[in-house]
């Protein structure tokens, strides 16, 4: 089921989303050759307890799992496209970083990812960067009373194909509200006019993650996934309500002046 939400509650996910959208800038900034995801999950924890919020990922033990999510940040490397534990490994030159984290601000959840090039990148990996990024940026334009989640999907799944990047399989973006994960399930492919039609009121989590490789991921013991092939990934998301003006994106960074 999916639970709207009123304006007060999308204002408060607001409010807590620019929190995120700062420490992910943040983090985007101290994200360089020679410094660790240890730290940078550190800094993340920080960040979020002192703007009185609390991190979303911290302990959070999906149904099934067997212990609880040790890190505030999920810091993905490379092959890595989700869920990715941060180490006491340096950042190198040529890496790209995932940064997902999400927090919970007055009773509600926001969640939020960015890749970064560390050092110097090749263009091929600049351009699945970017490609991931406007593909949720064209996603986003699709939201609009009325239309569909198979909308969002085809938008983000056209942006894939048109530039030879795999969509990672299986894995999607997700509604979130009082709960981290909601129904329903943002799916990254999709067909115009199918699925549950979007309402005012909805909140959700797009998150389009693609592969240079083929699509096929693996899960690894620590619970992160990663391509099957080795190929490198990249990830990008938004929460986004749904409003009568079309999309608001509740996790946009500060403006930088
Ligand atoms: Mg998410």
Redesign the pocket.
């Known amino acids: 089921m999916i639970i709207l939400k009123t304006p007060e509650e999308i204002e408060i996910m607001a409010e807590g989303g620019r929190i995120l959208g700062g420490i992910l800038l943040e983090l985007e900034h101290m994200a360089q050759v020679g410094i660790s995801t240890k730290e940078l999950d550190d800094v993340a924890y920080e960040m979020i307890m002192s703007a009185h919020a609390k991190p979303a990922f911290l302990n959070y033990r999906p149904t099934g799992a067997k212990r609880g999510y040790p890190a505030t940040l999920c810091a993905s490397l490379n092959d890595g496209i989700v869920h990715g534990l941060p180490s006491k490994r340096l950042l190198r030159s040529g890496d790209i970083l995932k940064l997902?984290l999400?927090l919970r601000y007055k009773g509600f959840y926001s969640?939020a990812?960015i890749t970064v090039g560390i050092g110097r990148i090749s263009n091929e990996l600049k351009n699945l960067i970017a490609t991931t990024k406007t593909a949720l940026d064209s996603s986003i334009k699709e939201i609009k009373i009325g239309k569909t989640f198979g909308d969002i999907g085809f938008a983000i799944m056209q942006t894939a194909k048109k530039n030879g990047f795999s969509i990672a399989e299986g894995l999607t973006?997700?509604g979130?509200g009082k709960g981290l994960?909601e129904d329903p399930y943002v799916l990254n492919f999709g067909e115009h006019g199918k699925g549950e039609v979007l309402e005012e009121g909805m909140v959700f989590?797009i998150?389009p993650m693609f592969i240079a490789g083929n699509g096929a991921i693996r899960e690894l013991l620590d619970g992160s996934y990663a391509a099957k092939d080795g190929s490198y990934a990249a990830h990008f998301?938004h929460t986004v309500a749904v409003t009568k003006k079309g999309a608001r994106i509740l996790t946009q960074r500060p403006n930088l002046l």
Do not use: S
């Open positions: 997902d999400g969640d990812a973006g997700h979130i994960h989590a998150e998301e």
